[in-house]
């Protein structure tokens, strides 16, 4: 009873199972702005998807899931489209760059050692930085924020930048090389960690970019969009991976939840926003942290995946 | 004179070529029910029933196992004395996808002699180990025992590789015949194909016969349509993932349109 059988996965599945852990990732990008494949594709495997479709069929989902969450926050008046084009151009261009690179890592031996201590230290990273300055900012919130001198270096060299541009959603003037060198390095990271880059891009647009929240979150959902029409396309075409089955069932929760997160989202502030999310990515890395630190139960695993 | 006597030999001839067969030749009697699982949309495994006749003195082992090949599997060892992560790959080679082993009474019960001595019945996970030989993926030899018993526990967690003392039944028959059944539990991972389910007699830590069935395992209906897309028309299969995913998106954010405006 709510069995549905996924023929590319060769298992059985549980319907409200897989509907509802759609409904929950779906929810987390509606809210963050996330695909969510950090989240989804670990807990597909533990429920018996082989890793390799697991991936795949999550980036099929994630097509559904930003479709909807995009379409909620452009009602919204969140996406900007030019900065999004910018950063999925340098994306691809990354992306491409990344699977290269991938390439001679495996060649050198301990590529999967490098990619998962690089996944775990990132993660880590981020989420701290992100969950300080959130944490700052809210405490302070009142204060007028003084810019510390760093970031108004930073800010002098991006004004000396030649074509200098104006980001009329994100209400800021900047040169197109910036969102395409970010776009590019997310890109590469991406590829290599062999993760969308929601949680990577999020940061870099809100620290980096200097974008609002709000609008970082409806464009970077604007962008995953692209990335994983192209990942599902390549994955169903080149490695016959993607259980289409598997994901209209993720993907009927995940729209859903993907409407919902939005407009839960818009009930937040921007700092909450970002300590919510940072608190999010932190668990993810402890977690991983315990997986490297505990023996697993079995020595074995099937290709693909972390 | 001559001609009556080669008649007599002739008729005599075609007489024992027409004679039923005695006991001892008589084919195991197997059955299975059903012979060809389909998986449909709503497949969640099955149990296929094996029933059949065997001497009233024997035991009975039932063994469901298909093709022998080699599978690839990343083995986790300690990087840095401290990190556990995916240190390599390891090689099985003459492993089978999938063993379920369902029998009267343990194998080590049923591979011992009358005079108490341990036979190799070729059976059982013990005697499957020693089948199978693993390599690193240079084709080094790697710690046989250790690496199975973990593959076994991979297999174990997936309902493919299972073994049953106590599963098959016998029903009281007469002096020569016994009949037996055994409802084995198909999981869902078992991949569509052709397998052999096969039963083994067993007297005095011997096989004294065996009889064999063909079970299929096919897709049928819209698992089948999704396998034919996905296989032999991968482009317009992606393509069609992509724009279904985008139409459900697309939807989803026309229905929260209209309840917003409501």
């Known amino acids: ?306 | 004179m001559l001609r009556k006597i080669s008649l007599v030999l002739v008729f005599t001839l075609i007489g024992l070529i027409c004679l039923p067969p005695g006991n001892d030749a008589a084919p195991l009697k197997l059955d299975l029910k059903p012979a060809e699982i389909l998986i449909g949309t709503l497949y969640n495994g099955t149990t296929v029933s094996v029933t059949g006749e065997i001497p009233t003195t024997s035991d009975a082992v039932i063994l469901l196992t298909g093709e022998r090949g080699a599978v690839s599997l990343k083995k986790k060892g300690k990087a840095l004395g401290l990190l556990w992560m995916n240190m390599g790959k390891v090689v099985l080679h003459n492993i089978p996808d999938v063993y379920l082993i369902y029998s009267s009474k343990s194998i080590s019960d049923l591979s011992r002699s009358p005079e108490g001595t341990q036979m190799d019945l070729g059976l059982g996970f013990q005697s499957l180990e020693k089948q199978v030989t693993i390599t690193s993926d240079a084709g080094e030899p790697e710690d046989n025992s250790e690496l199975f018993a973990e593959f076994q526990k991979l297999k174990r967690s997936e309902d493919l590789y299972v073994s049953f003392e106590n599963g098959v039944q016998f029903q009281p028959g007469d002096e020569t015949f016994k009949q037996f059944s055994a409802d084995i539990a198909i999981p869902p991972r078992l991949k569509k194909g052709q397998y052999e389910m096969t039963l083994f007699v067993i007297q005095d830590g011997a096989v004294i016969e065996k009889a064999s069935r063909v079970l299929v395992v096919k897709e049928v209906g819209f698992p089948a349509f999704i396998s034919f897309m996905a296989w032999e028309h991968s482009a317009i299969y992606g393509i069609l993932a992509a724009a279904i995913a985008i139409c459900a998106g697309l939807l989803m954010g026309f229905i929260f349109s209209k309840k917003v405006k409501k």
Request: hydrophobic share 55%; aromatic share 10%; net charge positive.
């Open chain 1, 1 to 306: 009873m709510w069995h549905f059988y996924l023929p590319i996965a060769g298992n059985s599945v549980n319907v409200l199972l897989i509907f509802g852990l759609g409904g929950f990732v779906g929810l987390l990008s509606g809210i963050f702005g996330v695909g969510g494949g950090f989240l989804l594709t670990p807990l597909l495997i533990m429920f018996g998807i082989p890793p390799t479709v697991a991936a795949a069929s999550d980036s099929n989902q994630i097509v559904g899931a930003s479709t909807s969450g995009t379409v909620a926050h452009y009602r919204l008046g969140n996406v900007d489209f030019k900065m999004g084009i910018l950063l999925l151009v340098g994306g691809i261009l990354g992306g491409t760059f990344g699977v290269q690179i991938i390439k001679i890592l495996r060649q050198t031996g301990n590529a999967d050692f490098l990619i998962t201590i690089t996944y775990v230290v990132m993660l880590g990273v981020i989420g701290w930085y992100m969950f300080i300055e959130s944490l700052q900012s809210l405490r302070r919130k009142d204060i007028a924020k003084a810019a510390p001198a760093r970031e108004s270096n930073y800010a002098r060299f991006m004004k000396k930048l030649p074509w200098q541009t104006d980001f009329t959603k994100s209400g800021i003037r900047m040169s197109i090389i910036l969102p395409l060198f970010f776009g590019t390095l997310v890109g590469i990271l991406s590829a290599i960690m062999g993760v969308g880059g929601g949680f990577l891009m999020v940061p870099v647009m809100v620290y980096l970019l200097r974008m609002p929240m709000h609008v970082v979150v409806g464009t970077s959902l604007f962008q995953i969009l692209f990335t994983c029409i192209n990942v599902t396309f390549m994955q169903a075409y080149m490695n016959k991976t993607v259980d289409f089955v598997l994901a209209v069932i993720l993907l009927l929760g995940s729209t859903l939840g993907a409407q919902i997160g939005s407009n839960l989202g818009k009930k937040l502030k921007g700092d909450q926003l970002k300590i919510l999310l940072a608190s999010l990515v932190l668990l993810v890395a402890v977690k991983m942290a315990f997986d490297l630190l505990l023996p697993p139960s079995i020595m074995l695993a099937y290709l693909g995946g972390h």
